[in-house]
């Protein structure tokens, strides 16, 4: 059985599909429950080496695939309770420049149903069938019109880190799901270039993920921003 791996994107995973019934039946800890009642979360949810860095310097995502299987991760059930997604620009145009690995994986270039809020200063290109906004400037501004826009969904910080980071800054940032691999990069792109001391981050749980990652799922202690 061929082995997907959990890129920091995501975006060769069945994005936006419902986790299969047997799947969710087989699924024994808690965080994995589907949330009809739940507050709404602003969640970081992506995949990091052991030295922190969710992708090379030039934004490639190779090490990653090898590293497990999507069906054996939280992300089939985590994807089911997503109602909008928040990405960086240099997530977008990756997404773009592999628009035929995702398409070969998902059968669609664009495998979100979610609407999207694309942060960028730049002019970039649309995504035929993308239902995508681009936005600038202040996170708060946007956090209220995805707010508006979920529900009781949650909505999904792809990355990258800075992007993640700014939530946090100003309190809006509920959740950080990190699948860490089993490698180094020794330099690259930085998962949450932030100082985050004890105890605004609290481990609430540890989940293996085959032999190559491991999910480590902390709350935002919401006391501020170090």
Sequence with gaps: ??????????ALANAGQEPSPSWLREARWSDLMTCQNQIMKAQYYTATSLDGFIATEDDSLEWLFPL?????????????????????SAT???MLRNAHKVAAETGSPWPY????????????????????RFVNGDVRQVH???????????IWIVGGGDLAGQFYDVGLLDELIIQMGSVTLG???????RRVLSPHLRLVSVRQIGAGMAELRYEVHKGGAA
């Design 1 to 10: 059985t061929e082995k997907r791996g959990h890129s920091t994107f995501l």
């Design 68 to 88: 497990g299987d999507l069906n054996d991760s939280s992300y089939p059930a985590f994807i089911a309770d997503v109602g909008a997604l928040a990405m960086g």
């Design 92 to 94: 977008y145009e990756w």
């Design 113 to 132: 149903t979610q609407p999207v809020w694309i942060f960028s200063s730049r002019k970039l290109p649309l995504t035929d069938g993308a239902n995508i």
């Design 144 to 154: 209220a019109d995805m707010r508006a826009a979920v529900g009781n969904k949650n």
């Design 187 to 193: 330099k690259g792109k930085p998962l949450f270039p």
